[in-house]
């Protein structure tokens, strides 16, 4: 039986020989297949990539040549040599540079060399050779089994240099070698070639999963390693893997060993998209195709799945220069380029392949790319959408357990309560339409705080200072008195103009009006009472705050004149006191309370020896000060002066 299978595969292997050497291939290494293969296998062959002058082909040699990575200037203009179309020629030395592959080399401690020695060790025990990797797929996996049913016995020889994971790993990338690029000529059929490409895509994937334990080896690497090598040298594909792998700004947040990351940046992409497309998202979701089915390919491949190989070499060109985000930018060209048909369709079984196989005429290099240039992805969107999913995630476990106590609730209920929480399914349908409308609301509220957050608003950052502000002076007042919460709720601008029409007032009228400046930065002014021959008092205006309109250098500005122009009202007041024989300290009243003329008490010195006449006198300040203020708010009720804010008319 052994002998059948090795003449029918050495058969194959001669015949599939042969039809590589007769095939032809096209400027990127594809083979030239019948217009029946190419639907078969998804690939095009007219390509539409423009073709720079020899001038512009020049200048961008030069600045290859005194390349820095550091230099805006030098990013700048490759990224305007990328959006021109970057020759076939020079593309491995642009990727070079921009993913720093020689830094990464020259800093690292890893030898690609040694490591490769290393691994040669088990596959010369295994019996397996790399280049001829796919052929001993089944020794793979029949050794996997042996060594399995061993470990439960006692070891009777000695251990190998080979463990269960070192066959699991050769076996899981000899498997995706077959499914790597299979019409191209580097890994198509049994040439040289072909065997060397092989060899060369088996050596970098198991040297990147020996360099990072932590990420191994997942699906969706092959196809980056195999369009890497065929732009690069073997070791420079190993370090280009490693950073695209390892720097957070490209596919850090991409691969893993269980694929909980690009997971999750398909929940992102979720978010995204409804974000943008929202209509869309709701057509599809209704269809039945959800975005893992088609993103998660995706993102894996890099979109290496497409048909035309042009347009392919271009988004690499743009994920390479701006990283995870022209991820997305991508995906969501692809479906904005698809939404019409995509919304012409009802049917899963026409959506999904509409995805996972993008037409011809929307992937070619004259429709793709340039749409893809003019679509727009900002970080701080992905952010907020990153920052959604995660909320979600962890509100989600709690959402849970509130509807399971919920549902617990009605069974907990004794008697008529009981059957009073069953509900019939007509009104059950009422709820849930409400709670996706709260849900909704919460999430686009959380979408604007974050947007909010993420584009770092001046106006909202000035506006939480000043709330942070008047949280941290609220404690530091006392408890206000009746004539301070009639100061507090009438205080409103004052100009300089009628400043001066009180100060002539006060003159006339020969009524005080205290000017005190509070903790927090206001000028108060207390209201001008003027009496007239009947003997009512009728109060002007309410009282009235300057307020400091900034805090840099005109506000500060404004505040010193605000504080100029009330210095000389206070001396002149001290003046006619000290003229009249009456000592300013005896009548004007503490800074903490500010009352009209008509409503401060007449305080008299106790002595400290009567405590008697101190209680007494205590009663009648309180007394005189509740009368005062109820003349106040009757005089004003009477003469219908409009009240300033409802707290007045309520004390009414």
Known sequence: MRRRSSSNASRRSSTIRRRSENLRFDEFGFALTKRKDQKLHHRCHDYSYPQLSSVRVKELCELLSYWNGASFICKSQIERFIR???????????????????????????????????????????????YGILSAISTLSDTQNDLGLSQQQPPSSPEPRYSVDDITLFRQIALDLQRS?????????????????????????????????????SQGMSYIAAVLLMQLAEEEAF???????????????????SLTKVQHQVKVFDQFLKHRKPKLSQHMESVGVLSVHFVMPWFLTLFSSLPCWDSVLAVWDLIILHGLSAVFR??????????????????????????????????????????????????????????????????????VQCEKQKATLPTQVSGGKESEGVSTPSEGEKPTEKDSVTRAKGVLTRVMRLAQRYLLDPMGRQRSEEKGSQKQTMPRQRSPAP?????????????????????????????????????????????VTVTDTAGYMKTDRSEQTLKRTGTGPVGRLAQRHSNHSLVHPVRVKTLRLLRNG?????????????????????????????????????????????????????????????FSTARESKLI
């Open 84 to 130: 021109m179309g970057i020759p076939p020629s020079l593309r491995g030395r642009v990727w070079r540079c921009l993913l720093t592959i020689d830094s990464l080399r020259e800093t690292s401690d890893f030898n690609y060399q040694k490591c490769l020695s290393e691994v040669r060790g088990p596959l010369v025990d295994l019996g397996v050779s790399e």
């Open 483 to 527: 004539g301070r919460v009639f100061r507090s709720r009438t205080s409103a601008s004052l100009t300089q103009a009628q400043i001066r029409s009180r100060r002539q007032s006060q003159h006339r009228g020969g009524a005080q009006r205290p000017v005190v400046q509070g903790s927090s930065g206001d000028v108060t002014v207390g209201p």
């Open 330 to 399: 991508t995906a969501l060209t692809i479906i904005e380029l698809l939404e019409p048909r995509l919304m012409e369709l009802n049917d899963e079984g026409a959506v999904l392949p509409l995805l996972l196989r993008v037409p011809v005429d929307v992937a070619q290099y004259a429709v793709l790319v340039p749409a893809l240039w003019n679509t727009e992805v900002q970080d701080w969107e992905l952010k907020c959408m990153n920052s959604l999913v995660l909320d979600e995630s962890h509100h989600r476990p709690k959402a």
């Open 239 to 257: 370090w280009a893997l490693t950073a695209l792998l390892d720097k957070p700004k490209y596919l850090a947040e991409l691969f893993d060993l």
């Open 181 to 217: 690029f299979p019409t191209h000529r580097s890994l198509m059929g049994e040439s040289p070639e072909a065997i060397e490409g092989q060899a060369k895509l088996f050596r970098v994937l198991v040297a990147y999963a020996k360099y990072c334990p932590q990420v191994g080896y």
């Open 582 to 642: 009456k000592h300013p300290l005896s009548q004007t009243p503490p800074s903490s309370s500010i009352l009209p003329s008509s409503l401060h008490p007449s305080t008299r010195p106790a002595s400290p020896s009567s405590s008697a006449l101190q209680s007494e006198d205590q009663q009648t300040q309180q007394d005189t000060t509740r009368t005062a203020f109820i003349k106040e708010l009757s005089s004003r009720h009477q003469t219908s002066v409009p």
